[in-house]
């Protein structure tokens, strides 16, 4: 009777081990299919909360390609933060360099006695979570999971930490390569993303709205004389230039819209739902703060002007992706040839 009571006993822990690896298994999948970082983000956290049995999570990762910290940000569910508090942690902060040569879940106590100190890390240790488990991928700790306590109150014992930091292991390949994909897709020097990425998208959004009555729109923005900018102050100074506007372009535009460089002193707007009057009211938003923006080089107090086209998606007309860029590309040239630092709308 015992021989057969282990028997049983063997065969569901096996059954539970299987079922745990098919879990991994549509996880990684999951995850993998993922691509767009914030996506991607939320997707690991309701994962981790769903096979951990947990009520809090929180991811601390880098908010960008060439970040030197570990964030917070809004990465989290069921975390109380106070306001003030600084929830990042440097990348060469001793804890980050501990998970790098020891790889493994942590409880605050592990780290303490390991490191001695929280220092550079008290804000993660003053939201007290129960287990942190660093994101590892290519030999480096490209973040951090923490989370709160089990469901029940109960600890996690060793085959849930094997299990977390299997998940973490998916977790930090998927985050992995989301940056591969985001660097490949994103100019470096302005941060907006490259026009081959924008041309793919713009195909997409156009397919949808063939289908639909929702609006879409491009916006064709050019700095105006930036030849002779260059030729006067500098090719670095024109760099400085190209990175301000970027950012006055990526400040005006919303989550579902996508801002890139076209090419050279050019960049574009996809306006996702937005009619010609929408994407005008846009336009003229973005060509107002150029307008008002002075970037300081070397002592000097540098102003530009933009010029901008924009068109609205049309069915019948709109054939192809170039058919729509070139409408929107008439428009700027109109817009130039009237004075420049304005907007034209295509008709």
């Known amino acids: 009777m015992a021989e057969a009571t282990d028997i049983e006993a063997l065969r569901q822990e096996y059954e539970k081990q299987l079922f745990d690896l098919r879990q991994l298994l549509e996880v990684s999948k999951s995850l993998n299919s993922m691509l767009d970082y914030h996506i991607l983000i939320d997707a690991i956290l309701f994962n981790v909360m769903g096979q951990m049995k947990v009520l809090r999570a929180g991811i601390f990762a880098k908010k960008s390609l060439d970040a030197t910290r570990f964030s917070l940000h809004r990465n989290y569910k069921g975390f109380e933060i106070a306001h003030g508090v600084d929830y990042s942690v440097a990348e060469d902060n001793p804890v980050i360099k501990l998970f790098t040569r020891q790889y493994g879940c942590y409880t605050l106590e592990d780290i303490r006695q390991r490191i001695g100190s929280f220092a550079g890390f008290e804000g993660i240790a003053s939201l007290g979570p129960s287990l942190i488990v660093p994101l590892k991928a290519k030999g480096a700790v490209n973040g951090l999971l923490m989370m709160g306590e089990k469901i029940g109150d109960e600890g996690f014992d060793v085959y849930e930490r094997e299990y977390a930091l299997n998940l973490a292991g998916l977790a930090a390949v998927a985050i992995n390569n ?146 729509l860029i070139d409408r929107a590309d008439r428009a700027l040239y109109t817009s130039k040839q009237e004075g420049r630092n304005r907007v034209t709308v295509a008709v």
């Open 178 to 323: 989301a940056f591969l994909f985001e660097m490949t897709t994103t100019d470096m020097m302005t941060r907006l993303k490259m026009k081959h990425y924008f041309y793919t998208v713009l195909l997409e959004r156009m397919a949808q709205c063939s289908t639909s009555s929702k609006p879409l729109s491009v916006v064709m923005i050019d700095i105006d004389f930036f030849k002779k900018f260059n030729d006067t102050h500098g090719h670095s100074c024109g760099d400085a230039v190209l990175k301000q506007v970027a950012r006055v372009i990526q400040s005006g535009v919303r989550g579902d819209d996508l801002a890139a460089r076209y090419g050279g002193e050019e960049f574009c707007l996809l306006l996702n739902e937005a009619n010609a009057e929408r994407a005008f009211q846009a336009a003229e938003r973005v060509r107002a703060s150029v307008e008002s923006m002075h970037t300081s080089y070397e002592g000097r107090s540098l102003a530009v002007t933009v010029s901008l086209g924009v068109a609205q998606f049309d069915p019948s007309r709109d054939l192809s992706g170039k058919s």
